[in-house]
Nanobody, 123 residues
Framework: QLQASGGGLVQAGGSLRLSCAAS????????MGWFRQAPGKEHEFVAA????????NYADSVKGRFTISRDNAKNTVYLQMNSLKPEDTAVYYC??????????????????WGQGTQVTVSS
């Protein structure tokens, strides 16, 4: 199971750090990703990281503002979000994929999904 947390309400320009904790099994050999869905919009890829943290990938819309990282000893992946904008408002989901080196945004390559955490950025 994956449990996302850390969402909340923040003003534009602020920061939040999301966490995704795994339980029930280890995800240290899995690639991990973050996706988001805003009201009325489709699910959108945000960022991904390979099993050992050696490779990362970001959507153009968050590049330079968001940082994905992981701590395999804690079975946890993080998403540090800086310089938040109102358009970042969405429910954020974490996901795990068995293809260890995959850092793309194709949702079909992710096998486990957590529940979402709401991020709201006010202007």
């Amino acid at each position: 199971q994956l449990q996302a947390s850390g969402g909340g309400l923040v003003q534009a320009g602020g920061s939040l750090r999301l966490s995704c904790a795994a339980s029930g099994r280890t995800f240290s050999s899995f690639a991990m990703g973050w996706f988001r869905q805003a009201p009325g919009k489709e699910h959108e890829f945000v960022a991904a990281i390979s099993w050992n943290g050696g490779n990362t990938n970001y959507a153009d819309s968050v590049k330079g503002r968001f940082t994905i990282s992981r701590d395999n000893a804690k079975n946890t992946v993080y998403l540090q979000m800086n310089s938040l904008k109102p358009e970042d408002t969405a429910v954020y989901y974490c996901a795990a994929g068995r293809t260890s080196y995959y850092t793309g945004g194709y949702q079909g390559n992710y096998d486990y999904w957590g529940q979402g955490t709401q991020v709201t950025v006010s202007s």
